[in-house]
């Protein structure tokens, strides 16, 4: 069983940035691949971004590429999405995932708004 909490969602103004933590516990972090979903208010669940399990390999969605950089640090069983040049249409509810396999978690989320 992996337990994944997310955090550092909030109000952001248009341009501005954010960085989101997802902290595992409950199994050996470094062995799963990872990935950042999100779900904006009335649409369906998207994918964002993820990162292979030792962080080597990293992979965005077009609607971020250049402007999110996705880490991870498994000493600290956390992985991180900077957030720059927010838009409201990055306005969702933001999931951790972690996949190993056939097993797979979902964090509960966390609120990102983008918003004057």
């Known amino acids: 069983q992996v337990q994944l909490v997310e955090s550092g969602g909030g109000l952001v103004q248009p341009g501005g940035s954010l960085r989101l933590a997802c902290v595992a516990s409950?199994?050996?972090?470094?062995?799963?691949?990872m990935r950042w979903f999100r779900q904006p208010p009335g649409k369906q669940r998207e994918w964002v971004a993820g990162?292979?399990?030792?962080?080597?390999?990293?992979t965005y969605a077009a609607s971020v590429k250049g402007r999110f950089t996705l880490s991870r640090d498994n000493a600290k069983n956390t992985m991180y999405l900077q957030m720059n040049s927010l838009k409201p249409e990055d306005a969702a509810v933001y999931y951790c995932?972690?996949?190993?396999?056939?097993?797979?978690?979902w964090g509960q989320g966390t609120q990102v708004t983008v918003s004057s």
């Open positions: 409950g199994s050996i972090f470094s062995r799963f691949g």
């Open positions: 990162i292979s399990s030792s962080g080597g390999t990293t």
């Open positions: 995932y972690a996949i190993r396999g056939r097993e797979e978690y």
